[in-house]
């Protein structure tokens, strides 16, 4: 058997970003949501970007030259995308020959129940754009019903500690506004969640 | 990050890595001017001569100290996860927090040890990390491409399919598997049931079904249906002769 994980590049040295200390972005192609404002439009897969499979020995290979900086630091390896969820498989594979290494996922959590349970005993910290928790505003962005993501939020709170999760709340221009951010934020604090980031969009 | 910020970020890091473990550690400034990623074979070099040297010191005995330093040199906001010593580094790796997990066994995975305490050595002249090209002080090549992974597959052609539904039938496209790959999957549209399943290599399967609104492909194999994210199908196979 061999996991793959189709990426369509990485970044090496991110500070600050993605994740405690100096991390490695690795970005996965492909992805359930269709954003409007998509941050990595070229991950969609519809693009045909071009694609570099890892298997999980060779993206270790290339990740660990930052070893020495991930161990002072603090960092590690961030999965992105696209939806790195979606080859959670591929990343608890990776855990196991990475041993000791931090691993983040910047996450939608459009992603089905298995794949998160799976990738919850192996990421250090999720980083979930919510986009928002209205569901028509959610709907109206990604094209997708939010209920999946709702569920897994609930989920997820059940399976990891609040502070392994960070909840991003951005402004989406011509979506929400600060007052939806703030009825998303209340209804993730009753979930449980107590780490947030607020940014916004920025189209250009 | 702009200019040489990051570059000088770190280069305070390696120099507090030496610092904390008494190596003795002379930079040269670099005259690159613009934007840096900092991944210049001269600090690539550094840092391949800090492992070096760090190795050398766990040989005669002594403890490796790797101090959390990304407080006040990383960006503010940040905290830093790591304040302890670590005092054992692992060779072709290395050793954080420990990290025990286990995995659900289905016949076809074993439990994940701890990670290990113990040191492995580096043996002389072996370093780890990508060959250092030579180039003069100041000067920043650039950087290597991401090299394409050897293919475990080949694509030939496009997918034809055409759906009026999701999973409308369509034209029936044979397609082989070049090696034995894993995917996970799903039975129905609805993303209820994950299933995890293989194609053996050589194996031919096909394609009945594609959805234009969830992305996905349906797969005929072995007298069951699957359902497959088109990222994790499109690259996996190539069209049957």
Known sequence: ?204 | MKGKNKCKILKEIRAEIARANDIEWVTENCTFKGECRGTCPKCEAEVRKLERALTSRKRLGKAVALTGLCAGLITAGTSCGIEDLVEEYQGMGFVGPDKSFEIEDDGSTSDVKEASNSIEVIKDGEVMGMVIKETEMGELPEDEENESEESIFELLGDIVAYSADNFASTEVVKYRALESIYLVGFIDTEYADDTEFTIPAGEIFDLIGKSDDYDMYMISYGGQKFGCDRAGFEYIAAEAE
Request: aromatic share 10%.
């Open chain 1, 1 to 204: 058997m061999k996991s793959i994980f189709p990426s369509i590049g990485m970044e090496r040295l991110r500070m600050g970003t993605d994740g405690e200390g100096i991390t490695t972005l690795v970005c996965a192609a492909g992805c359930p949501l269709r954003c409007a404002y998509c941050l990595n439009p070229q991950s969609s897969t519809e693009k045909k970007p071009p694609v570099y499979i890892f298997t999980p020995e060779s993206l270790y290979e290339k990740v660990k030259i930052d070893a020495l900086y991930f161990l002072a630091t603090g960092g590690g390896v961030t999965f992105g995308g696209g939806e790195p969820l979606c080859y959670s498989g591929f990343i608890t594979e990776f855990a196991r020959i990475a041993k000791g290494m931090r691993l983040n996922a910047e996450t939608s959590l459009w992603v089905s129940e298995s794949s998160l349970r799976q990738a919850a005993k192996v990421i250090d910290t999720f980083f979930v754009d919510i986009k928002d928790m209205n569901p028509s505003i959610y709907k109206a962005y990604t094209g997708r019903d939010g209920e999946r993501v709702y569920e897994n939020l609930k989920l997820l709170a059940g399976l990891v500690p609040s502070e392994k999760v960070v909840i991003r709340l951005p402004l989406i221009k011509g979506y929400n506004c600060d007052r939806d951010r703030d009825k998303s934020e209340e209804r993730l604090r009753a979930l449980g969640y107590s780490r947030f980031d607020r940014f916004d969009y920025i189209a250009k």
